[in-house]
T-cell receptor
């Protein structure tokens, strides 16, 4: 399958700081990228969808000014958690897809801990 | 009603048995169906995709889709302890739309 690389895999940051998570498609052009958050024992919750070159579409209840998404190229999308707080601690996962009906592939995930 | 519902689990089967995982979806226009496996602390991994009614087999895995009943299942034959994970059912309504995930079913295969 296609490879999606997400970095870092684990990060600990202080409350009030910002953290950037990168998601790269290594062997295909990611027309669309999805960002998910997963709390323990829960399923994936879609945060936002981004198409290359366009502004991200955020799901209801997700603060766009807190979770900044950039998808400036066909191989890279970033999620920046701004002014992080302990309640933002979670497992963040990106997913990338080429064209419309192709399968989406997941990155390895980023475990964010805000202390 | 949730868009995608799965067995609440956890499901426990002995090694070598068949594990059966079920999923129902609410929107009849849904077109694409996926099963993902997620190990603890890891991101989901695609196991099977199915788009038309009937069975689709890949090794020990068989996905079954019944659009009339809005039901999709995953059978794992000859279950192995390494199959122990959470299995997520995902549904996509139309080409290009997002995936909607179920809550997942935790499977334990006992040696």
């Amino acid at each position: 399958g296609a490879v999606v690389s997400q970095h870092p895999s684990r990060v600990i940051c202080k409350s009030g700081t910002s953290v950037k998570i990168e998601c790269r498609s290594l062997d295909f052009q990611a027309t669309t990228m999805f960002w998910y958050r997963q709390f323990p024992k829960q399923s994936l919750m879609l945060m936002a969808t981004s198409n290359e070159g366009s502004k991200a579409t955020y799901e209801q209840g997700v603060e766009k000014d807190k979770f900044l998404i950039n998808h400036a190229s066909l191989t890279l999308s970033t999620l920046t958690v701004t002014s992080a707080h302990p309640e933002d601690s979670s497992f963040y996962i990106c997913s990338a897809r080429d064209t419309g009906d192709t399968e989406a592939f997941f990155g390895q995930g980023t475990r964010l801990t805000v202390v | 009603q949730k868009e995608v519902e799965q067995n609440s689990g956890p499901l426990s089967v002995p090694e070598g048995a068949i594990a059966s995982l079920n999923c129902t979806y609410s929107d009849r226009v849904s077109q694409s169906f996926f099963w993902y496996r997620q190990y603890s602390g890891k991101s989901p991994e695609l196991i099977m995709s199915i788009y038309s009614n009937g069975d689709k087999e890949d090794g020990r895995f068989t996905a079954q889709l019944n659009k009339a009943s809005q039901y999709v299942s995953l059978l794992i034959r000859d279950s192995q302890p390494s199959d122990s994970a959470t299995y997520l059912c995902a549904v996509r309504k139309t080409s290009g739309s997002r995936l909607t995930f179920g809550e997942g079913t935790q499977l334990t295969v006992n040696p």
